[in-house]
């Protein structure tokens, strides 16, 4: 793993120009290939869970990535073997309960102990974005990092990874977004038993029922096989790459096809078409060499 070179945590390329990071509690931020982020929990002790602050922070950190033009695509993935992300830290959550962190003025001046940001979960259980994140689930996926894995582009998982919602168990409930994308994902009767159950899903079975894109080889391969996708699309257009996303994304959120189709045309289309990247690929097919992308403007 690259090491940091400007802080703790984050590794910024010399021979990249990009303003830092904004900085991530408990979270590690390197780069791979210039055009990927990799962002890393690291709070193996508490299995990667995320606290209330942690959230606002992650949000912010995913607006940094989508404004960075060098950037393309990201990566999240947790330390060891364990755990990917096992949601929220419930220990902090029963203090705060018991505190009585209830007042309104405490909600007015601390709205982060008592809400998640617009982008939900981690930042990115209901984040929509412009630019794709997988995730390269290498262990327990529970609770919020269920939710993460739910709305991310492309999850990769290691063949010992498992999967649940188990909050109905301790008496709350998902609300990190999880819930309707669950039903979506895999239709109501498959996610009302998976939700109800409290059970957690084997990597094999979330495969079979599209839940994830992929099992790694090993579980030690899953980071790597997850980044050599992320290559992958980082090489394409990246103006292809916002607006086919753009695409996709309209169609899980709208319910008429059709008019998710006609919202992505009438919004993209016409910057696409006019893009210098449109220009490169079309005169790099014409001439039959390897295109020479810019950094996306869209």
């Known amino acids: 793993m690259p090491r940091s070179a400007s802080g703790a945590g ?20 390197t780069f791979r290939n210039d055009n990927i982020l990799l962002i890393i929990y690291n709070r193996p002790k508490q299995m990667n869970s995320i606290t209330h602050t942690m959230n606002w922070q992650l949000q912010q950190l995913f607006d940094w990535f989508d404004a960075e033009p060098t950037l393309r695509v990201a990566v999240i993935t947790g330390t060891g073997t364990k755990a990917f ?4 830290d419930l220990k902090e959550i029963e203090q705060a309960r018991n505190a009585k962190l209830e007042s309104d003025d405490l909600k007015k001046s601390q709205p982060y102990l008592h809400e998640h940001p617009r982008s939900g979960f981690g930042g990115s259980s209901r984040r929509r974005g412009k630019k794709p994140v997988l995730v390269a689930v290498n262990g327990l996926a529970l609770g919020g990092g269920f939710e993460i894995v739910l709305n991310s582009d492309i999850a990769i998982a290691s063949p010992t990874a498992r999967f649940g919602l188990p909050e109905a168990r301790v008496g709350v409930y998902a609300y990190g977004g999880g819930l309707p ?9 498959r996610a009302t038993e998976i939700a109800l159950t409290c ?5 094999e079975e979330a495969l079979g029922i599209g839940l994830i894109a992929g099992i790694s080889k090993t579980p030690e391969s899953v980071l790597e096989e997850t980044l050599a996708k992320a290559k992958e699309i980082a090489n394409i ?3 292809g790459t916002i607006v086919t996303r753009a695409g996709l994304r309209e169609a ?3 319910g008429s096809i059709e008019r998710a ?5 009438e919004q993209l289309y016409d910057k696409l078409i006019a893009s210098d990247n449109c220009a490169e690929g079309l005169e790099a097919f014409r001439t039959k060499r ?3 992308w810019k950094d996306s403007k869209l």
Request: with cysteine; hydrophobic share 35%.
């Open 290 to 292: 390897q295109p020479k």
């Open 181 to 189: 994308r669950l039903v979506h994902a895999v239709g109501m009767q």
């Open 10 to 29: 984050i590794m910024v390329p010399t021979h990249t120009k990009r303003l830092k990071p904004p900085h991530v509690d408990g979270v590690d931020v």
């Open 252 to 254: 899980w959120e709208t």
């Open 261 to 265: 189709f006609q919202v992505t045309h």
């Open 85 to 88: 992300c096992c949601g929220s």
């Open 237 to 239: 257009s990246p103006d």
């Open 199 to 203: 059970r957690q899903v084997p990597a």
